[in-house]
């Protein structure tokens, strides 16, 4: 019959305790027995308790260092030298709390590194996606023409005009993975300076108006401001948040509606920059993962729009490297409002 393991060790443990106490009693009896006396016998029994106490905790230690040792070969992600000898202990509960800590912060590791295989998958098939659609199409009207369409001169002027529509949306999707992979790769590196919010949103109106006509939009501000208003930031990469998200309320913004934009008070240090449209608004269950890079509320309207699916993610982390908040209020079927802090100028 196969002994348990703890009766293996509790064995041994006796079996060498038992033959010191032999040894001691003997060498006591044979060599000291005519002294023998109170005194000697207290000191033999301390000795003999202190040599004992001191085996079996080194048998404890040994013993729970043995078992450990093999849980952790048995476990491949765990790696060997992390664990030494002062580590083992004969307190039950240090070892359990210390094994639970260790087993939770293998699981958060794991959990992470499986949140980012399956992002890097999405990832992946979202970028081959995207750029597969624009490719085909130009491909696809390249090959018309060739094959004989170029001689008809409407044909060709309106297959080579779509096929530049496909270029242009592939050189957008491009810009804007070059963008983020350095936001996120490099971090963003800030210029900042103070300047006037309101200067820069009419500069933003004035490079798309005429797109904002064709869907007989009015970007407008949201009051009449007598003042500038100065705030502090990376100029141009505000320029960038701010025509993102104008390009955004245009393209499903409602038509004949209107976009607004403004700056107003948020607290003592910060003004809330706000742009705002009347479109179809967004439901609910989209609004948590709006920002994730390629995430769409509609797939087949917003690739109908254009875009690359990374505006509202690079918007986030333009706001978020100024140590800024973004905020989103949206009203399925009345309209959107994204909203962004930043510091006033002093």
């Known amino acids: 019959m196969k002994i348990k393991k703890t009766y293996s060790y509790a064995l041994w443990s006796a079996i060498y305790l038992t033959l010191l106490s032999v040894a001691i009693s003997a060498i006591?009896?044979?060599?000291?027995?005519?002294?023998l006396g109170l005194g000697t016998i207290i000191i033999s029994t301390i000795i003999l308790f202190l040599i004992s106490f001191f085996i079996i905790q080194y048998r404890a230690e040994h013993f729970i260092y043995r078992r450990l040792k093999k849980l952790y070969k048995d476990v491949s992600i765990l790696d060997i030298d992390d664990l030494n000898k002062e580590s083992?202990?004969?307190?039950?509960?240090?070892?359990?709390?210390?094994?639970?800590?260790?087993v939770?912060?293998?699981?958060?590791?794991?959990?992470s590194l499986t949140e980012r295989d399956s992002f890097r998958r999405d990832f992946l098939g979202n970028v081959a996606h995207e750029l597969k659609t624009p490719l085909f199409t130009?491909?696809?009207?390249?090959?018309?023409?060739?094959?004989?369409?170029?001689n008809d001169k409407q044909i060709r002027m309106k297959y080579l005009d779509r096929a530049n529509k496909g270029?242009?949306?592939l050189v957008a999707v491009?810009?804007?993975?070059?963008?983020?992979?350095?936001?996120?790769?490099?971090?963003?590196?800030?210029?900042?300076?103070n300047f006037n919010i309101l200067e820069l949103i009419q500069n933003v109106f004035d490079l798309f108006e005429m797109k904002a006509k064709k869907r007989n939009i009015t970007l407008s501000f949201d009051k009449i401001y007598e003042f500038p208003v100065f705030v502090k930031g990376d100029i141009e990469k505000i320029e960038?948040?701010?025509i993102n998200l104008v390009v955004n309320s245009i393209k499903y913004g409602k038509p004949n509606g209107t976009t607004f934009v403004g700056a107003e008070e948020y607290s003592d240090k910060k003004f809330i920059i706000k742009v705002a449209d009347d479109g179809e608004g967004i439901k609910k269950e989209h609004v948590p993962r709006l920002?994730?890079?390629?995430?769409r509320v509609d797939q087949s309207r917003s690739r109908e729009q254009g875009g690359s699916g990374l505006g509202l993610s690079i918007v986030k982390h333009i706001v978020e490297a100024h140590n800024e908040n973004i905020f989103l209020k949206s009203t399925y079927g009345e309209g959107s409002e994204f909203s962004f802090t930043l510091k006033k100028a002093r």
Do not use: C, P
């Open 28 to 35: 006591t009896y044979f060599v000291v027995s005519e002294h």
């Open 138 to 150: 130009v491909q696809g009207y390249i090959l018309t023409l060739m094959e004989g369409a170029i």
């Open 88 to 102: 083992a202990t004969t307190d039950i509960e240090e070892i359990s709390k210390s094994m639970q800590d260790f």
């Open 104 to 111: 939770e912060g293998k699981r958060l590791e794991i959990e």
């Open 240 to 242: 960038q948040v701010l």
């Open 167 to 169: 270029v242009e949306r």
């Open 291 to 295: 920002f994730e890079r390629f995430y």
């Open 174 to 193: 491009i810009k804007d993975l070059d963008m983020i992979a350095k936001l996120e790769n490099e971090g963003t590196k800030l210029n900042v300076e």
